[in-house]
């Protein structure tokens, strides 16, 4: 799709919606980038908003309660939509009608549904729709994707997800914890890697005996991907014990060999009979400056901004971020209905 792009030679003017704890990590990146400007920050709760800003020192940045007044007041040229999921459908699709950008917070909505209206309004509005999903930008990622490319044709990826997780009070009110808040993360790595799309799914979702949520914290799912690719996922919220990473511990198997990531450090990678394979390795940190700043964001948002230049369409572009939405969304619909669930995009 062709979208909208900014030829002005000035700074690309920027409102954050939404002054929780992802608005917060946000604010800051946006101040970084030397392109582009903050021009405002909403939140239903102003007062959120207001501390916000104070706690960067920007005590004259607007503020407020109402999109779209802000929006109307100053004409930003994109928002970074950083509210709860239930809330994204209706912030983006306001600033898409209005003819700003966005660059939202994963997920992009809460049903397909949902996102099919949201890239509509991409299209209609021509203009930019980008979900960041930020773990792409995981130097350890990046590698075990590089790695994973000189398998050839792919026949099996494995991920596991286990993690003995108290700490958000949210997920206890999910039916379906895992796959509602966490599995996104996964299955989204899981195309970066392949480069495969999903086809369909199977998937169950449960409670194991021990668990301390009410809802269903555990997991498994196999998806047929393009290419005859199966991937399986299993996790769980209430690992007693062993935890892997949070972005998981993968297997990708292919023609010419087998590659393993822990989902923190390098890939390991062993070739199949007579074929050379090369484990890539993780790149110096492009930010080593800054240490405590939060995975991918900068990173997500250069890509964002290059789109804005150029209308080249950023990783994350909203016609294909809907795929990794699709795969939560229809194991969600396997897990309810016990049946392979095919995987339908528009
Ligand atoms: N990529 C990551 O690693 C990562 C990490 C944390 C959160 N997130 C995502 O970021 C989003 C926000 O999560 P959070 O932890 O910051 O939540 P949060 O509850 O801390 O903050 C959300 C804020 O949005 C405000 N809000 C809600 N509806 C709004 C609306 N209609 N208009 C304006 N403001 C509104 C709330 O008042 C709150 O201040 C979620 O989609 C979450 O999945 C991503």
Redesign the pocket.
Known sequence: MTFATVEEDRPLRAVV?????????WAPELLAHPEVELAGW????PA??RAAARGLGLHDLPTG?S?TALLDGEEPDFIV????????H??TVTALRRGVAVL????MAVTLEEARAMVRASEESRRLFMV????RHMRGLAAFRRTAGELGPLGLMTSEFFMPYRG?A?LATLEHPLLQ?MAI?LFDAARAVSGADPVSVYCESFRPPWTWYPGACSATAIFEMTGGLRYTFTGSWSAPGLPTSWTGSWRVAGTRGTTRWDGEGDPVAEPAKGEVVRAHKREADPHPERPRR????AEGLAEFVAGLRTGRAPQGECHDNIRSLAMVTAALESARTGMRTPIVIS
């Open positions: 919606v939404g002054a929780g704890f992802i608005g917060g990590q909403v939140d239903v709760e959120r908003a309660a999109l939509n950083c509210t709860v999921p239930q809330a994204h209706e912030v939202s917070e994963k997920p960041s999903q930020n773990r958000a949210f808040d993360h939060y995975t991918g964001l």
